[in-house]
Nanobody, 116 residues
Framework: QVQLVESGGGLVQPGGSLRLSCAASGIIFRIYHMGWYRQAPGKQRELVATITSGTNTNYADSVKGRFTISRDNAKNTVYLQMNSLKPEDTAVYYC??????????WGQGTQVTVSS
């Protein structure tokens, strides 16, 4: 059974930092492309950052220079370091593991709230 378990969300003041983690099980983690997506209230889910099995990264323009995605294949975990957080970063953040349309998995999400 595939499981993606996110952690690290919470309430943080503008300008602060958080690190999200996503621990995967039930998949051969090292061959999967991993990603972080987010969904704010009333909005569609959007891509935040992705990292391929070969560790190439891609970021949404809105987070470039502030967020960093990384992975530790030995721990089956993908991370999202978020710095200089803004109120508009408030959303539920979801972890995604993708190999093909038949191998596409999502975590349950973790809430990030940026507010003073």
């Amino acid at each position: 059974q595939v499981q993606l378990v996110e952690s690290g969300g919470g309430l943080v003041q503008p300008g602060g930092s958080l690190r999200l983690s996503c621990a995967a099980s039930g998949i051969i983690f090292r061959i999967y492309h991993m990603g972080w997506y987010r969904q704010a209230p009333g909005k569609q889910r959007e891509l935040v950052a992705t990292i391929t099995s070969g560790t190439n990264t891609n970021y949404a323009d809105s987070v470039k220079g502030r967020f960093t995605i990384s992975r530790d294949n030995a721990k089956n975990t993908v991370y999202l370091q978020m710095n200089s957080l803004k109120p508009e970063d408030t959303a539920v953040y979801y972890c995604n593991a993708f190999l093909s349309s038949f191998d596409d998995y999502w975590g349950q999400g973790t809430q990030v709230t940026v507010s003073s």
